[in-house]
């Protein structure tokens, strides 16, 4: 008999391999057939290996009950890892759309704990105990915050765009300016939402330049809207020229046609203070008579995924009626989360200092010297295997909003000395919680614009320990 016979012949029974305390113990985790599995699927491995490889590819060792338990156990602990985790996000972007947008102010957080675990008056009425609207729970606020007479909300902004778009302009005309034909992020093209919508696109003007008569000339018989699209992501410099909200509503009274704008980042409130170049808070547009307004929620509102709609009331209530409304109606946790977000606005110093996003804008970039001066100390005391210096960088808001406005910072450039800088990264990518930042000139660039104070001392532990190779923490 040859010795790959003889490798083959000792592969274990499954039933042997599951009596190992190390998948007993897993038991209590996973149901008996998700364990079998596993252990299948390693035995089956090892004779693959066996047949192709012979004798040679494998010890006698690894073919140890224990062994092979060993191996299947590791697999069966991916399967109990969790998939979205926590994440310290170093990157200095603080609307990273694959990082989950803005995170959530305390207040939000406690109010998505009362409701999740139990019921709640979602849709009741409680001065009469009949049934509610799901949306009454933040219409007055939106209502006070964007002095707009009514206020609905769905699932997200895009969302908001289609369904808006499908209520009040099916098989009819919007009129858009080919400047504001944009695609943002996650491929929503304007032009194809209005296809989706059933809304015929009419494109006026050019690219950099549209005015006024560019869309009164293309009025007609069709035309229901008259649509402007913020350009969030992206902008057009040099010889341009677009028509304001106010135009636009003059033009469509007129012509008794709807002006809508959808503005992508919502804000509640005046940021110029900031720095921040002139950006129209929604009030203002309200103010200027644009009919329906929409804008996201988790942009530098600051709140959870949701899509805002506000405006005239007739024409809040006819996109409300809309079957697509059902379709994308939003979830209690996140309106709970919406309610207690937007009832901080009611004290603009309040939402500036509760609200995440807010505080991490506002930043004064001195501070944030200070912090990455007291990461590189740590990381220096600790003895982190890496060159650190502290450089100056770039913050922004991204998330579509504001591409044009950058934020004076500064960083740590992280070289390590041993490993290159992408394998360091990827280390840091697996840990839990995740520690995600950027990569320029060969060195790991942290900053920690958009990180937490609370999270600066783990984030100096991720590092130090990555620095050291650990794998896994
Ligand atoms: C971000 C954005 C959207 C999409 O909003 P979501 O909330 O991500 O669905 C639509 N329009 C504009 C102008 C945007 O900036």
Do not use: I, M, R, V
């Given at each position: 008999m040859s010795e790959r016979q003889n490798l083959l012949r000792h592969l274990p029974a499954v039933d042997r391999v599951l009596r190992e305390e190390v998948l007993q113990t897993l038991a209590d985790q996973l149901s008996a057939d998700i364990l079998t599995e596993a252990v299948q699927q390693h035995i089956d491995w090892l004779r693959c290996q066996l047949l192709d490889g012979g004798a040679s590819a494998l010890s006698g060792a690894a073919l140890e009950p224990a062994a092979v338990a060993n191996a299947a156990a590791d697999s069966c602990r991916a399967l109990l890892k969790p998939s979205l985790r926590k994440v310290i996000n170093a990157t200095g972007t603080l609307l990273h759309t694959n990082l989950g947008r803005a995170p959530l102010a305390p207040q939000a957080l406690r109010a998505i704990n009362d409701v999740a675990g139990g019921y709640s008056t979602l849709e009741m009425d409680m001065s009469n105990g009949k049934r509610g609207e799901r949306y009454s729970h933040v219409e007055g606020l939106l209502c006070r915050l964007t002095g707009a007479e009514a206020a609905l909300v769905v699932n997200n902004n895009a969302g908001a765009v289609l369904l808006a778009l499908s209520a009040l302009g099916r098989d009819r005309e919007a009129i858009v300016s080919r400047g504001e034909l944009v695609e943002i992020g996650g491929a929503f093209r304007i032009p194809e939402v209005m296809e989706a919508g059933g809304v015929h696109l009419r494109e006026v003007g050019s690219t950099n330049r549209t005015h006024l008569h560019d869309y009164a000339r293309a009025i007609?018989?069709?035309?229901a809207i008259l649509l402007k699209v913020h350009t969030s992501n992206f902008r057009i410099v040099g010889f341009t020229g677009e028509v304001s909200s106010a135009e636009l509503v003059e033009l469509g009274r007129e012509h008794r046609l709807i002006v809508m704008e959808d503005l992508g980042s919502g804000l509640l409130i005046d940021l110029s203070s900031f720095g921040l170049a002139a950006e129209p808070t929604v009030g203002e547009v309200v103010h200027s008579g644009v009919d329906v307004v929409t804008f996201s929620a988790d942009k530098l509102l600051g709140g959870p995924q949701a899509g805002i709609i506000v405006g005239r009331k007739d024409l809040i209530r006819k996109i409300a009626q809309h079957p697509l409304a059902r379709a994308l109606r939003i979830d209690k946790l996140t309106l709970a989360a919406l309610e207690a977000t937007l009832r901080l606005y009611l004290q603009p110093q309040r939402a500036l200092s509760e609200i995440p996003v807010l505080t991490m804008f506002a930043a004064d970039p001195q501070q944030q010297k200070s912090r990455c001066e007291a990461l590189l100390q740590r990381l220096q005391e600790e003895g982190a295997a890496a060159d650190v210096e502290l450089v100056e960088d770039i913050s922004r808001v991204g998330g579509g909003a504001m591409p044009q406005t950058e934020l004076p910072d500064w960083a740590l450039a992280i070289r390590p000395r041993q490993g290159s800088v992408s394998v360091l990264a990827t280390r840091l990518r697996d840990y839990s919680p995740a520690l995600i930042a950027r990569i320029r000139d060969d060195a790991l660039l942290v900053n920690l614009r958009a990180v937490f104070v609370a999270d600066d001392y783990l984030l100096a532990q991720l590092l130090l320990a990555a620095l050291a190779g650990e794998e896994l923490c």
């Open positions: 007609g018989e069709q035309t």
